[in-house]
């Protein structure tokens, strides 16, 4: 969602931080706006859409050599030139971009028109540059942080001053800000993705900081004024993880990561020695663990159906009773906090809005809570009691994918070590790491023949609506299936358990409509094999995406992905309806990498 860049230094500002927000455009957004600081005056440019859309109306060469700039994702207002940030108070003397939302703006703004101020957006940010610019503090990092304080919400935001055109005022509460060291220059930005073309060493805020960036450096301190010592430490990624090189999609960089990704995901975390699995960052003992009698686990999007996955997988391996639950839903219930569950939070970003607030109010009420998390040090990664990383790499693509293969990973990994702590046999858990170290292996073969994935695209790519169906474990590959599908081909795609399907979604069925039926070699393969008998009856084109050996003549197209262990196997699987919801996207010429609407990290409600 919204993305905030920064710079000061010697050279021109504008430059920058329009690189910056094209660096941010994955994040999703639906306008932009920059401010340059030049002769003790702020210059404003803001328009709705995209960034191209901002670059059209900047001027050939915009002087300035500190800037702020913004890609905004609409909540308080349309999306319009006037609501793109950066708001200025009513004298163009300050200028604010923000990310989160201010709570109690509707008061503070009832306040300050009172007083004569007259508000030009909708937007709450607007209230933060008016409570800036009244402030008779003396300099502008006082102004803000008593602005700040009269700010309930989440903010992360950069504020320049056209008077003060030396320095950027950055700040924290709960809305990432991280502050980018060069040489004799500085930058800020809310995601690494929009520094690390200029620099690696990056000065994280934490809650309730703020930090007054010069050229020369920077200083940090709490809201209250009290200073605070901070390093510099090198950002774990690089400026390659956020080009698409050879690609033409990051989607389909970050699918062809994933071997790469699950080797990372499995790195010193194989315990040969118990065929179990260990971690350095899960903080809970043995003794704790053997006393865990549920896990529960909560996640957004794709996050949420790998913790489908998750569960089964867990309860299968270690027999603990174990469930999933939309973050969002299980917040808004005022749930039972249980002393003996164990509660597992997954998200990519480390910043989803709907996950961090169910994490919050788990901890509030004393429940005890780890993460499956890709970004590290994230608010949520932050928030947890400890937990494992993804180690994945920035995951630039809206859609989940590699990300999503390595929380698989995760789950398995956390199922043979709680298994091991309880009831799985050595000899299980021996298998099951072979099986673990056979799968880059085993998805580059996938990876590597893909005529089978791209004939079922190209048909499946004509269809208006589908249906993928699955049982067990192959219900979250089916729910997968259908949700990269829907996003990134606007194909409409619903996944049912292959049970459900004569009882309602069978009335649709017709010649015009595909299904993907989810058809492992396993236990529950002729019940899988009747449900195809049912769609096939009514005319419904099947695609049976299966394992090598089985039979299913009843198919119009067979997609055939190696064999893993059961547990294992709906990552082969999702692999190639990765690949497919691709394709089709690719021959329907979607906006791939950035579908509409869609947003990567979904920090507001
Ligand atoms: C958004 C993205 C999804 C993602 C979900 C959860 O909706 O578009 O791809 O699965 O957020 O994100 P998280 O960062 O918490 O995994």
Known sequence: MCGIVGYVGRQDAAPILMEGLKRLEYRGYDSAGIALARSKKLKLFKAQGKVQALEAILPEQPKGQIGIA???????????????????????????????????APALKAELEASGVVFRSDTDTEVLAHLIAQSDAPNLADAVRSALRRIQGAYGVAVIAGDQPDQIIVAR?????????????????????ALVRHTQQVV???????????AEGFETSTLDAAPVHKTPVTAPVAQDDYDKGAHEHFMVKEIAEQPDAVERMLQGRLDLRFNSAHFGGLNLTPRELIDIERIKILG?????????????????????????????????RNPVIEPGTLYIAVSQSGETLDTL??????????????????????????????GLYLHAGP????????????????????????????????TAGEKLIKALQALPEQIRQILDDTAAIETAATFCAKARDMYFIGRGLGFPVAQEGALKLKEVSYIHAEAYPA??????????????????AVLPDDALLDKNLSSIAEVHARKGPVIALTHPGVVCAAADHHVVVPKSVPELDPILLGVALQIMAYRCALILERDIDQPRNLAKSVTVE
Not at 204 to 214: F, H, I, K, R, S
Not at 499 to 516: D, F, I, N, Q, W
Request: aromatic share 6%; proline share 6%.
């Open 357 to 386: 607030m169910a994490v919050e109010e788990i901890k509030r009420k004393g429940g005890r809570v780890i993460g499956i998390i890709n970004a590290v040090g994230s608010t949520i990664a932050r928030a947890c009691d400890g």
């Open 204 to 214: 994280y805020l934490n809650d309730g900081e703020v930090a007054t960036v010069t």
């Open 70 to 104: 913004h890609t905004r994702w609409a909540t308080h207002g349309e999306p319009s030139d006037v609501n793109a940030h950066p708001h200025p108070d009513g004298a163009e003397r300050i200028a604010v971009v923000h990310n989160g939302i201010i709570e109690n």
């Open 395 to 426: 995951e630039i693509s809206v859609v989940s994918t590699k990300t999503f293969t390595s929380t698989l990973v995760g789950f398995a990994l956390l199922g043979l070590y709680f298994g091991r702590i309880r009831d799985l046999a050595p």
């Open 173 to 193: 509460n709960g809305s990432p800000v991280i502050v980018g060291v060069g040489n004799r220059e500085m930058f800020v930005a809310s995601d690494a993705a």
């Open 499 to 516: 049970s459900e399907l004569k009882h309602g979604p069978l009335a649709l069925v017709t010649p015009e409509t595909p299904v993907v």
């Open 300 to 332: 957004c999007g794709s996050a949420y159906i790998s913790a489908c996955n998750g569960a089964y997988v867990i309860e299968q391996l270690a027999r603990i009773p174990a469930s999933a639950e939309p973050a969002s839903e299980f917040r808004y």
